[in-house]
Structures are given as C-alpha cells and as structure tokens.
C-alpha cells in the first residue's frame, strides 16, 4: 500500500486503517516516497517539474500488487508520479489498484453526484 503525500493527510488515513483492517499483512511503503510540499496539484509546476518532486528514500520491497491510495483524483497526476517511481525502481511491475474517496468539490453541490 502506498499513500500518495498530501497536506490532507487526515483524508487518507481512514482508508489506510481500513486497508490494513481487512488485510492484516498489507505492507504499507508510503514513508518511502517522499514529495516536496509545494508540489501539490494545484501548484503551477508543469507535470515534469512535478514529478521530479518525488523522491524514493530507500528501497521498495518485491511487490505483487499495489493499492495506492489518493485523497481525491482531480487530473491523476499524483497517483501517476509514484507509480512512475515504483515502476523505475522495481524488476517486475506489480498490479495496480487505485482507490480516492468520492470528494465534491465545494463548488458543486453533492448531491448532483449522486442523482
């Protein structure tokens, strides 16, 4: 399991509690990636500047498969970055599943999402 680096870190954390409730044995890698705070997605840093923010800070054990959690995805850019790094630094890709909370923008009201 690896959680993609927010501010919102509150945000992950029931998903990440409830991952680990449901598989015991689930390693979770997240401290490995590290991002630089002011590459958040609304920064005006271009994709490249962005995922040149991310660093792996040790080494990532054999993976099969990996969730990978975000606190919502508005264009998939974060989940992407530490994927790429996970990729760059594996032998063997493992599956990817990609799990974000449904989040509504304060802009529209909730419930003409769920209609």
Not at 6 to 16: A, D, G, I, K, W
Not at 22 to 49: C, F, K, M, Q, W
């Amino acid at each position: 399991m690896l959680g993609v680096r927010t501010t919102r870190e509150n945000l992950l954390r029931p998903y990440s509690e409830a991952a680990r409730s449901v598989h015991a044995g689930i390693v979770d890698v997240t401290t490995l990636v590290r991002r630089d705070p002011g590459a958040g997605s609304t920064s005006n840093l271009s994709y490249a500047e962005r995922q040149a923010q991310h660093k792996l800070t040790g080494p990532l054990p054999v993976m099969r498969r990996l969730l990978v959690l975000d606190d919502f995805i508005a264009t998939g850019e974060s989940a992407t970055h530490v994927i790429e790094i996970v990729c760059n630094h594996t032998t063997a890709m493992p599956e990817v599943v990609i799990a974000a909370p449904l989040w509504a923008p304060p802009k529209y009201p909730s419930a003409s999402f769920l209609r």
